[in-house]
């Protein structure tokens, strides 16, 4: 989801959407089978309830090269990314 989530981010993960519908357009985290955890934008939402993403990079895997998702697949919506700051460095060790 670069450049939008910079590598190194934080990413603030509400599991309870199960409480409601998720939607298209929203950020979610999908545990993929082989790509493993990956954040992504909701594209479409079959009439059968598969669940296919996109992501915002030029760079990004296709729609169609991603496939669909269970709903079970998806960990939470995305609600708040937290940037690494510009000039943040490691403190020193004593």
């Known amino acids: 989801m670069f450049p939008r989530i910079p590598q190194s981010s934080y990413v603030l993960v509400n599991h309870w959407f199960r409480l409601r519908s998720l939607e ?9 089978p082989q790509l493993g955890l990956i954040i992504k934008k909701i594209a479409l939402i079959d009439r059968n309830g598969l669940i296919w993403s996109k992501g915002e990079n030029s760079a990004s895997i296709s729609v169609e090269q991603f496939g669909p998702v269970n709903k079970n697949q998806v960990i939470g919506r995305v609600l708040k990314v937290f940037k690494k700051p510009e000039s943040y460095s490691a403190p020193e060790a004593f």
Do not use: G, P
């Open 24 to 32: 298209v357009e929203q950020t979610v985290l999908i545990q993929h």
